[in-house]
């Protein structure tokens, strides 16, 4: 199947019982065709959870690829961040945020980032540090991405220094190790 994905065919793609390194193969389809990186976001949204997930997934795989090549689309990435409801999806879009704002990334994509306002991705992150219902994994990312947009809103910071304290009150190891961690590096 060389033709070009239409939203619709990849919604069905999504569907499909996937197979081992399913995700990656449709992600390099995808890169081939210059598939509109919006119109997957907007598929993160579907109102069938698992195929949400999957294009979560395939957004996460994607991007991280070639962050780059997605530069213009970052700011449609942060808009719908606030968006997100979908326990799985919340996991891929803090991953993502994380690699995107840390120190490593990208030249262009700091830049980009630099004239886009955050605010929504701080509030969705402390949102879900807080609840008690989110997994680690995205409490583990948010915090991340939060600590990286630390030195952009210095208010961060201490906010941040709250929550993990807070959190590792009843904590399990993983986040005890990394909110020790988080916390040093606040501190330093």
Not at 21 to 27: A, K, M, V, Y
Not at 82 to 96: L, M, Q
Request: glycine residues 4%; aromatic residues 10%; contains cysteine.
């Amino acid at each position: 199947m060389d033709t070009m994905f239409t939203t619709d065919q990849l919604i069905q793609q999504l569907m499909a019982d996937p197979t081992k390194g399913f995700i990656e193969r449709l992600s390099v389809k995808l890169r081939e065709q210059n598939f509109d990186l919006d119109k997957l976001i907007d598929i993160t949204f579907h109102n069938d959870i698992q195929v949400g997930f999957r294009a979560a997934w395939l957004l996460d795989t994607t991007v991280l690829a070639e962050p780059e090549r997605y530069v213009n689309n970052l700011e449609y990435f942060v808009q719908r961040m606030g968006d997100v409801t979908n326990a799985s999806c919340k996991r891929h879009y803090t991953r993502i945020l994380m690699h995107l704002t840390s120190p490593d990334a990208p030249k262009e994509i700091k830049i980009k980032l630099a004239g886009i306002d955050m605010e929504v991705v701080v509030e969705q992150c402390f949102d879900w540090l807080i609840d008690s219902k989110v997994k680690v994994a995205v409490k583990v990312f948010a915090a991340d991405t939060l600590f990286n947009l630390c030195d952009r809103y210095d208010w961060i910071k201490e906010e941040l220094a709250n929550q993990i304290q807070f959190m590792l009150r009843d904590a399990g190891p993983a986040i005890q190790s990394r909110g020790k961690k988080l916390l040093a590096a606040i501190k330093s």
